[in-house]
C-alpha cells in the first residue's frame, strides 16, 4: 500500500488569497488524482494528474482556479486560488497505479473566511 | 450516465447487529468495486472490494453481495460493533487494458453503532 502525506492538515485562509496543499507518496505512482469533499458529501474528482504532462479537470473545474503541479513520480501539488467561502471543504489527494486499489491522504481541511 | 446511488444516507445500528449499505449503479462496463470507510478528520480508507465475476467476497466481519443483473451490490458488517461507526463509500471504475477510469463514487452513508 501507498503512504500518503498531506500538508498542511487544515487552514484558515482569507477570501481572496491563495492556499498550496502538497502531497507527497512514499513510491512513485503513475497517477495521482486530487478531490474534494464538502462536509457530509461525497467525494468530487478536481483532476487527474500525471507526471509530465497537464492535469485533466473535471466538468465544473478549471485551471485558473486549481492550478496543478507534478513535477516527479511522489511529489504534486494543488492550489485553490482567490479563495471565497464557497471553497470552504476538505481536499483529498488518492493515489493508484493501473490495476491497484486507491489510496488516500488524510486530507486538507480549508476553511475561507 | 456514471452514477452511484447508495442508501440509506443514515444508519442507526445497535452493537452486536448486521449493518446493510445497499448501492446500484448503470454503467454496465464498471467492473471493480470497492467499499471506502471514513472516519472523522481522515481520508477514505479501503474495506474490501469485488469484481463481478463472484456474488460474493468476505472479509472478517464484512462482506459484499453483488448481483450483476441487477445491477446492484450491498455491504454487510456483521456483529457491528461501536468502532465501526464511520461514513462507508460504495464506488465503482471501469478498467480499460492499458488504461484507467476514475473512480465514481456514492453519496456516503454515515453509519453509528450504539452500545
Redesign the interface.
Known sequence: SAV?SQKPSRDICQRGTSLTIQCQVDSQVT?M?WYRQQP????T?IA?ANQGSEATYESGFVIDKFPISRPNLTFSTLTVSNMSPEDSSIY?C?V?Q??T???????T?LTVV | QQQVKQSPQSLIVQKGGISIINCAYENTAFDYFPWYQQFPGKGPALLIAIRPDVSEKKEGRFTISFNKSAKQFSLHIMDSQPGDSATYFCAASSSPSGGYQKVTFGTGTKLQVIP
Open positions: 500518503i497517477m488524482f457530509g458529501q461525497s467525494l474528482l487527474t483529498l488518492s493508484r493501473f490495476d486499489e486507491a489510496f488516500f491522504g488524510q486530507g481541511r
